[in-house]
């Protein structure tokens, strides 16, 4: 199989790529802590009860869902 130099640059991934992953990785990550945390602080710091917070991530999960649909 000859070594052909002309393909070898079409190997690489561009530095944009490497980018936009990086940062879709980032903001993937906060939107994950902000999941986690956003419960606790609804409790702790506002009060709320666990009844309360999972009434507003159901209308939460359901509202992105129907989104989705539409």
């Not at 070898?8 to 490497?18: G, K, L």
């Not at 802590?33 to 009844?51: D, E, K, N, R, Y």
């Amino acid at each position: 199989m000859p070594n052909h130099p002309a393909s070898a640059p079409a190997n690489r991934i561009p530095r944009t790529v490497w980018l936009l992953g990086f940062v879709s990785l980032l903001m993937d990550v906060s939107s994950e802590m902000i999941h986690t945390l956003l419960p606790l602080f609804m409790v702790t710091t506002l009060g709320l009860s666990a009844t309360t917070v999972g009434l507003i991530e159901g209308i939460a999960e359901s509202t992105a869902l129907i989104v989705k649909i539409a």
